[in-house]
């Protein structure tokens, strides 16, 4: 009763195929071609392991409300041993949830409330060094550093300086070695990832101290999140998140937070670029509320709720490029579903970007059209999903959110741009445009 399908060659599968798509950017049409050939469950072996692809509705339902009785979270080996064994992806049931409560306290609405305003000054910050003055510049690259800078700011208390630069070069490297084949040799990817994750891991450790003796001399446990992790205490006055927990858990972050946002920003000048119809509309809203802040005022978290379309704009960027194709879990035990056997320790594969571009729930799925936003009630559950679901959903979507309406404001109020590149992209395994999306910009004056 397994599901239809090949396992196709030892080891290899179909892993090389699906890689081959997704920089030739035709995955969905090669995952496709197997639901009509298949039906929408299908056994194929992934990465060395026996695998079954489910799609659709029901199965980003099931992938996201199943409990860890049933499926857990799966990572490849490369992306386990680069992060760590404590980080939330490796953990599970009241681990998982005691590591997760401990983060969402400081990732929830009404803690980053407080932190607009220093995203705001990270922003114009970032603008000041990197676009002003400058003709050209390479949108992918800067949105990494802008992000990369934002989180090092606000979550990590890490200012600008050497070891920042430092953390910057070794993230880039453990990013690249996250989906290489696990061979530890000198001058594999894998190796050097490694070795740039040894090298973080040493960094953060000397900052935790550092948070810590400011802990103990009186500093605010909310000034960023790591002193709040540190500062959690049970009923026996016990550090409730231990020290390597925070490691593994703010390198996740890094990884998690500033490759996702970078690719939904990146997208967005692509799209404003492409879109003189929604580009007016996005300034037009952001223009009213630059207006009413003629002496530099920072923005603050009402004014972020004003920007109800542009974050229409932003969500319907995620439909079209979600930064997260799809992942993995694992079955813990023999699982019917749908009518076939998903065999106890097989690889439960979840393309959730594929839903939303189902002409049944979105009608005319490659138009960019943000008004589909202006009712979400009417959008079907777990058929737009770019931030998961469930147990594990993202819990840096407000972070992402504010980080994006802020961005998007400076942009657009202060810069036109043109792009220089054509519009193609493909997934390394997140969207990545042409040449990084070179621009040529021009500042703006406000109205
Ligand atoms: C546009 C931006 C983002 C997108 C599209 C995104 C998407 C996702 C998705 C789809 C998942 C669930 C994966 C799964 O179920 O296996 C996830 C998990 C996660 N995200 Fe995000 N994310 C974004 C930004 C961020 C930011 C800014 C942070 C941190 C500040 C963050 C931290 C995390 C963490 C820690 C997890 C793991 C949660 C767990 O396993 O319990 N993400 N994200």
Redesign the pocket.
Known sequence: RLPPGSLGLPIVGQSLELLWAMQANTAEQWLQKRIRKYGPISKINLFGKPSVFIYGQAANKF??TSDSSTIV?QQVKSISSILGDRC??E?IGKD?KRV?DA?VSF?KPESLKEYVGKMDEEVKKHLEMHWHGKQQVKVLPLMKTL?FDI?CSL?FGLGRGTRRDKLFIDFQHMIDGMWSVPVNLPFTRYNRSLQASARAQKLLKGLIGEKRVDLQKGASPRQDLITCLLSIRNEKNEQVISEKEIIH?VK??MV???D??S??LTFLVRLLANDPAIYAAVLQEQEEIAKNKPNGELLTWEDLAKMKYTWRVAMET?RLF???FG?F?KAVKDIEYGGYLIPKDWQIFWV?GMTQMDNSIFPEPSKFDPTRFENPESIPPYCF?????????????E??RI??LVSIHYLVTRFTWKLLSDNFFSRDPTPVPTKGLPVQISPRKLL
């Open positions: 992938v996201f979270n939330l992806l953990l998982h997760r983060l990732l992000t989180i979550l858990n996740l972050i998690a937070g500033h996702t946002s690719v939904l995620l979600p930064p997260v992942g879990r959730t999903i770019p931030f998961g679901g469930g147990p594990r959903i993202c819990p840096g979507y972070f992402a980080e994006t």
